[in-house]
């Protein structure tokens, strides 16, 4: 049944007539006001699964006037939508992924942004609350996801250090950030 519900919404939001009718600028989202504001052109809509006891929920990526990309995550009540979470890691979207990354059996969000001349990466999850809450922020020329055997997955960063002397080769470093069980957090060497 919940799936139902998540197709509807997304149904809903493309049945308003494509992205390009969910710019701001006039269109009412089919129930969801607000979200996207004069100026604004929605990049991506995605229904997630609903918190346990929790309406429904979607991921929406909006490009902003000023042509920075943010992320919100909205949820419906009996009032209505409301954005619930919103970041803006990075300066362009790249992809967005629905994991459960910490092995806690609730679905997590990992989003990809460029910044500059590196990637970034940005695990949502949510917390004792259902709060959707950053587990993770941080910026590479490469990040890699691996699962591990316990089921979490590891983020493998990767980048130039510049420590190198003059003439000699480009040296890296790679940053592993693995779940501890309440956080990620930087793996000893």
Same mark, same amino acid.
């Given at each position: 049944?919940?799936?139902?519900?998540?197709?509807?919404v997304?149904?809903?939001?493309?049945?308003?007539?494509?992205?390009?009718?969910?710019?701001?600028?006039?269109?009412?989202?089919?129930?969801?006001?607000?979200?996207?504001?004069?100026?604004?052109?929605?990049?991506?809509?995605?229904?997630?699964?609903?918190?346990?006891?929790?309406?429904?929920?979607?991921? $929406?990526?909006?490009?902003?006037?000023?042509?920075?990309?943010? $992320?919100?995550?909205?949820?419906?009540?009996?009032t209505?939508?409301?954005?619930?979470?919103?970041?803006?890691?990075?300066?362009? +979207?790249?992809?967005?992924?629905?994991?459960?990354?910490?092995a806690?059996?609730?679905?997590?969000?990992?989003?990809?942004?460029?910044?500059?001349?590196?990637?970034?990466?940005?695990?949502?999850?949510?917390g004792?609350?259902?709060?959707?809450?950053?587990? $993770?922020?941080?910026?590479?020329?490469?990040?890699?996801?691996?699962?591990?055997?316990?089921?979490?997955?590891? +983020?493998? $960063?990767?980048?130039?250090?510049?420590?190198?002397?003059?003439?000699?080769?480009?040296?890296?470093?790679?940053?592993?950030?693995?779940?501890?069980?309440?956080s +990620?957090?930087?793996?000893?060497?």
């Amino acid at each position: 049944m919940r799936a139902h519900r998540r197709t509807a919404v997304v149904a809903a939001l493309l049945a308003a007539g494509g992205l390009a009718a969910c710019s701001g600028g006039g269109g009412d989202l089919r129930g969801i006001p607000d979200l996207v504001k004069t100026g604004e052109t929605l990049q991506m809509a995605r229904a997630l699964p609903a918190a346990p006891g929790g309406g429904d929920e979607v991921a $929406l990526v909006v490009r902003s006037a000023d042509k920075h990309d943010e $992320l919100r995550v909205a949820q419906r009540s009996g009032t209505g939508w409301k954005v619930a979470h919103a970041s803006r890691p990075g300066d362009e +979207f790249r992809n967005l992924l629905v994991e459960d990354v910490n092995a806690d059996g609730r679905p997590d969000l990992v989003t990809r942004w460029a910044g500059g001349q590196i990637e970034i990466v940005e695990v949502l999850g949510r917390g004792a609350d259902n709060a959707w809450g950053a587990l $993770l922020q941080n910026g590479a020329e490469v990040i890699e996801e691996r699962r591990r055997p316990d089921r979490t997955v590891a +983020f493998w $960063l990767t980048s130039r250090t510049y420590e190198e002397d003059p003439g000699h080769p480009p040296v890296y470093e790679t940053t592993v950030y693995g779940w501890n069980g309440r956080s +990620f957090v930087e793996e000893p060497k």
